[in-house]
């Protein structure tokens, strides 16, 4: 246990995260080790009535754990280990661990892998919480869909700390716990200490069966649209073509599923739009279904890509490192997301469009950024775990990227609000559940969801996140954390 205070030279870099818009001013950092120690500083905290609030890799989008009123900051990062617990006959990982450090560790112990995000910075204690996917999501579902079991330290009603094992068989007395923590978001219930996976139906003590199979070498295709000459007709039917594909060929059982591409849509000031598409190379017909998703894309767009590389390439060594998502340049951004069941309308392409050529506005790193999803995520019934979207077929990210100086923050912020707020006008300003739009994801929190003057759709922002399961999240805050000791901007509240 090692307690970090002002002045120490590696405060800062604690008290803020990525997303340097927020910084918060604990009175120190707690970092820990082990459970006990979290318990322990749980318990200080508690006791001195102090605001306490736990970071395990830091890539919050919001200021959850960087809000200058909390006091106590617990730091995560130095418990990562990984190791096979024989007797859940699980993977034991640390919740402290970052992406980068996991995926190397499955992979050459073992030669399995879930289907997380590419940002190797992100920590696994925020990224699971929250649902968790990645590129190989339409193959093998969300993270918590191979989440077997979570270590809490909690508080109960008279202050006293507990630590609870909750797994997901049905009579587990902490089974709430476990599925609340299986995508309901980190910072709602106490600190996960340590996660078990362990994919469903899986009966084996061997632990290379007990996760998804890590792909050997992936098959990549990376193409570059100019922005030069780039008309209205053209990108909007380029955008509709792309979500067009994912909407025909997301079912559960669809062999495109194997398949999984981003599609990113920068400002016009950055002058590209970029696909990238992958899938195993083992598949068969791998090239084809790449080929065929870009010829769809292309289709009746009169677009020439500025270029198209194919590549097959080692899965670990050299796509897993080459995607890992920009945490650099760090710097101060505003995102905001919203999931899609199909296309945009006409009405919404247009409006992507102009924000995207608005020549009053400059910023490269802006854009959106449409992911494919659906596949097995969909094969998951709504309220099997926290994690409520299951018949999505992209998530859509609105991002104003990296700016340096505060100075900039009016006009970025005020781009990428007015951009999401005109994308769904006909809803409030927000993606309410319905034909085409499905809420949003709580690992993209954008407290604007929350604020009735960006979100005028009188849907509430949990509604938005949780859709259904909210009022069984709020049992399960009711339980684990009655006295509100572990809150932020969109955490469950207590139930009146
Ligand atoms: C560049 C970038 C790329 C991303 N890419 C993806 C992606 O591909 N797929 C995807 O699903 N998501 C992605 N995300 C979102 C990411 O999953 C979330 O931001 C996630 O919450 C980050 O986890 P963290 O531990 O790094 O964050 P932190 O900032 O440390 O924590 C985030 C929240 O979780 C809470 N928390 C953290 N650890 C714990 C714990 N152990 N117990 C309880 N609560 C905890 C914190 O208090 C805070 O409220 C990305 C984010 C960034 C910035």
Redesign the pocket.
Known sequence: MTDILPGDPRYAALVE???HRFTGRPDHVRQVRTTAEVAAAVREAVDSGRRV?????????ED??ANPEIQMLID?APMSAVSYDAHRRAIMVE??I?LGALYPILYDTWGVTIP????F???????I??????HLSRRDGL?VDHLYAVE?VVVDESGTVDVVVATREPDDPHHELWWATAGG?????????RFWLRSPGVDSDDPSRLLPTAPRRIRRCDVLWSWDGMTEDALTRLIANYCGWLERHSAVDAPETQLWSNLIVMHRSAGIVALTAVIDDAVEGAARMLDDQLAAIGDGTGLTPRSVDRNVVDWMASWMPSYS???DPKGRYKNKAGYLRRGYTDKQLATIFRYLADPEYANPAAGIVLTAFGGQVNAVPSGATAAAQRDSVVKASYSAGAWQSPDDDAVNTAWVRAFYRDVYAESGGVPVSGDVSDGS?I??PDVDLADPEWNTSGVPWHTLYFKDNYPRLQRVKRRYDPRDI?R?GL?VRLPD
């Open positions: 995260g990525y997303n609030a736990v970071r395990s890799g830091g890539h919050c989008f959850f754990f995560l919740a402290g970052t997380g995000g590419t940002c910075e992100v920590g696994v204690g925020g990224h919480t929250g649902g968790g996917y990645g993270v809490v978001g980190g910072g709602s219930f106490g600190v996960v200490t998502w920009p945490s994801y690992s993209y572990f932020h955490s």
